[in-house]
Nanobody
């Protein structure tokens, strides 16, 4: 079992920036992927950005491309999400996630973080 500990999040105004970080510990496979999902009230949880431990990344929604950047500190098993030019529609609970199989779709996630709130005011 992998444990995920998130940090970051908070409240900013439109156009502001936030950085989320997630540290993984436990049995971590080199084939894994790790990243962030988000869920706004009344909406389904959606995948935002994923990084693959063997290389590469994926931004799942056009809404965040060019504004969000996912990165990994492999030595520390930490994945960060830099969020710039934030908009009110980015407001949601953000969840860190890991999938040892390297797929990182919702149904394949092995472990979830506890979630961190991001609120963007207009």
């Amino acid at each position: 079992q992998v444990q995920l500990v998130e940090s970051g999040g908070g409240s900013v105004q439109t156009g502001g920036s936030l950085r989320l970080s997630c540290a993984a510990s436990g049995n971590i496979y080199s084939s894994a992927c790790m990243g962030w999902f988000r869920q706004a009230p009344g909406k389904e949880r959606e995948r935002v950005a994923i990084i693959y431990f063997h290389g590469g990344s994926l931004y799942n929604t056009d809404a965040v491309k060019g504004r969000f950047t996912i990165s990994q500190d492999g030595a520390k098993n930490t994945v960060s999400l830099q969020m710039n030019s934030l908009k009110p529609e980015d407001s949601a609970m953000y969840y860190c996630a890991i999938d040892r199989h390297g797929v990182c779709t919702y149904g394949m996630i092995d472990s979830w973080g506890q979630g961190t709130q991001v609120t963007v005011s207009s």
